[in-house]
C-alpha cells in the first residue's frame, strides 16, 4: 500500500506541475521580465524530452530502477 501510495503521489505531482505551469505561462510570458522569462523555455523543452524517455526506459530497463 505504501509504494501504490507513493507512484500515485509521483504521478499526480508531475501531471500538477505540467497543468500549473502550462496555465501560467500565457501570463509569464505577458508580465513578467525578461530575466523571468528565461527559464519557461528551458523548463517545456526538457519536460517535452524526458517526458518520453522516462516512459520508454522503464519499459526497456524494468520499473523498479527507474522509478
Known amino acids: 500500500m505504501t509504494i501504490l501510495a507513493g ?3 509521483g ?3 508531475a501531471a500538477l ?3 500549473i505551469v502550462g496555465t501560467a505561462m500565457p501570463k509569464i510570458a ?3 521580465r525578461p530575466e523571468h522569462q528565461a527559464w519557461s523555455p528551458r523548463y517545456l523543452i526538457t519536460s517535452t524530452i524526458t517526458t518520453p524517455l522516462f516512459g520508454k526506459c522503464p519499459d526497456i530497463y524494468g520499473r523498479k530502477p527507474f522509478y
Open 17 to 19: 506541475d505540467q497543468t
Open 7 to 9: 507512484r500515485m503521489m
Open 30 to 32: 505577458t508580465t513578467a
Open 11 to 13: 504521478m499526480f505531482l
